[in-house]
């Protein structure tokens, strides 16, 4: 069972998830599944002009990007990073985004507001407060 992201140290947890999946789904169950995922996204973007895709160089976002480009679907990724992301995940996020980025919002809190003003850390001071408290409501609950 995979953990959070960072708590895993190497590939050989993803590598184990990938072998049991097929223990419960066949690759072929896998197949199908994926290919209605993409006939769903086709279905849905049909409906619009400008697809947007929220991109954070997360295994979601890896996931969904593949997805859209499985679905010939024309986007345009945006993508949020913040300033205080680490140095090597900087560099890959800017090595492996979509070429077709051309929104990049770059929180603007680093280490030193923070510290000076903790009450925004975790959004306990700003327009997504009331989504975040739902949020953790729902996290204590479960």
């Not at 680490?86 to 929180?107: F, G, R, S």
């Amino acid at each position: 069972m995979l953990t959070k992201k960072q708590n895993i140290k190497d590939n050989s947890l993803w590598i184990e998830a990938l072998e049991s999946s097929t223990k419960i789904y066949s690759k072929e169950d896998i197949i199908k599944f994926e290919n209605k995922t993409i006939e769903t996204i086709k279905k849905v973007c049909n409906h619009f002009n400008n697809i947007c895709l929220g991109y954070s160089s997360g295994k979601d976002s890896l996931v969904i990007l593949m997805l859209c480009n499985k679905a010939n679907i024309k986007y345009t990724p945006i993508m949020w990073r913040g300033i205080n992301e680490w140095t090597q995940m900087k560099n890959w996020i800017d090595k492996n985004k979509p070429k077709n980025t051309i929104i990049e919002v770059i929180d603007k809190f680093n280490f030193d507001f923070l510290e000076n003003n903790p009450n925004y850390l975790f959004c306990q001071n700003n327009t997504r407060t009331k989504w975040m408290n739902t949020k953790w409501e729902r996290q204590r609950k479960d």
